[in-house]
């Protein structure tokens, strides 16, 4: 689970909070989203989930609730970051978006390519607060 710039895994097996390291770069969650893809899991990798994150926003904690933060000029984050929970806490980082891209759609092509598409450039998660989408995807 992922809620601003922290991630647990909750086992609820052991009932237990299993803290991982903090998001890198950027907010990554609602309303700041990031595209996300479950990369492939094969018996190469031991069917052994890793989670890829793309784009964001970079807002720190304090500034949500600052009177003067304005969401729309707030820029989209380029970096692409990935972790296998079941193997690390840790981050890694990924080659990084051609641009910015807050709210993205991360679809995984059958030949292993990353299809990125919609998005914005700037804001966040809500019609009212987001600025210059993105038409043109990524690869």
């Not at 237990?16 to 770069?25: F, H, K, S, W, Y």
């Not at 996300?36 to 990798?45: D, E, Q, S």
């Not at 729309?72 to 980082?93: F, G, L, M, N, R």
């Not at 092509?109 to 450039?121: E, Q, R, S």
Request: net charge negative; glycine share 6%.
């Amino acid at each position: 689970m992922q809620a601003n710039w922290a991630s647990i895994i909750l086992d609820y097996n052991i009932r237990a909070e299993i803290q991982l390291d903090p998001m890198p770069d950027a907010v990554r969650t609602y309303p700041a989203s990031a595209g996300t893809v479950v990369l492939p899991m094969t018996p190469a990798n031991n069917w052994t989930a890793t989670i890829m994150f793309c784009g964001g926003s970079n807002v720190t904690t304090p500034q949500w609730s600052d009177p003067t933060f304005i969401a729309i000029q707030q820029t989209a984050a380029t970096s692409c970051v990935k972790i296998t929970p079941d193997v690390s806490p840790s981050y890694e980082h990924d080659d990084p978006l051609p641009d910015g891209r807050t709210m993205a759609n991360l679809i995984l092509l059958p030949d292993g390519t990353i299809f990125c598409t919609n998005g914005a450039k700037f804001g966040k998660l809500c019609s009212l607060f987001v600025g210059h989408f993105h038409v043109i995807p990524s690869l």
